[in-house]
């Protein structure tokens, strides 16, 4: 069964920092793209970073480029997110999920972690 | 940057079909993914490249493409069906993937 755990939320203060890990088991890891998405408090999803299989290419929202870094260990199975420069506007949960695909992109994601939730406060 | 819309919610009788409607420009060339994400769970995948549902999601779950407008399609609506759903595309000028807003469905 592929399963996707995610870890290392928490309560961080604004300009601080943050890495999330993302656990994950039943599947070839380093053969499928993953991504990073989060859901603010009552809001929508939205898309934050992926990674190819390799972890040789990287893609980042807008908002989130230069403060946050993706990165993937395929020799432990887990993927991760460094998050710089935190605002109060990221507080959201984070989930990881696994790409149909080595390559990132038009692939649909399936399954998808349960996240963990990050809030940023002073 | 790429926008998809969708209504922000939808309502049904249970034993009714939902349409849930998911619309942009040049949609048409992109394929479209939809995720159903009940309260206080992570979202689920529910129909893959416009119409293929994966295993395990029930045949009532349909989706269509024309145009510039998907349709996610529920037939037989059971309270169960109530959530949150997003369409997914990716925007191959950003290299971004994009989500729609979301579209809640209550069930009557």
Known sequence: ?122 | SYVVTQPPSVSVAPGKTARITCGGNNLGTKSVHWLQQKPGQAPVLVIFYDSDRPSGIPERFSGSHSGNTATLTISRVESGDEADYYCQVWDSSSDHVVFGGGTKLTVL
Request: glycine residues 12%.
């Open chain 1, 1 to 122: 069964e592929v399963q996707l755990v995610e870890s290392g939320g928490g309560l961080v203060q604004p300009g601080g920092s943050l890495r999330l890990s993302c656990a994950a088991s039943g599947f070839t890891f380093s053969s499928y793209a993953m991504t990073w998405v989060r859901q603010a408090p009552g809001k929508g999803l939205e898309w934050v970073s992926g990674v190819s299989g390799s972890g040789a290419i990287t893609y980042y929202a807008d908002s989130m480029k230069g403060r946050f870094a993706i990165s993937r260990d395929n020799s432990k199975d887990t993927l991760y997110l460094q998050m710089n420069s935190l605002r109060a506007e990221d507080t959201a949960i984070y989930y990881c999920a696994k790409s149909a695909a080595y390559s990132f992109g038009s692939d649909y994601f399936d399954p998808w972690g349960q996240g963990t939730l990050v809030t940023v406060s002073s």
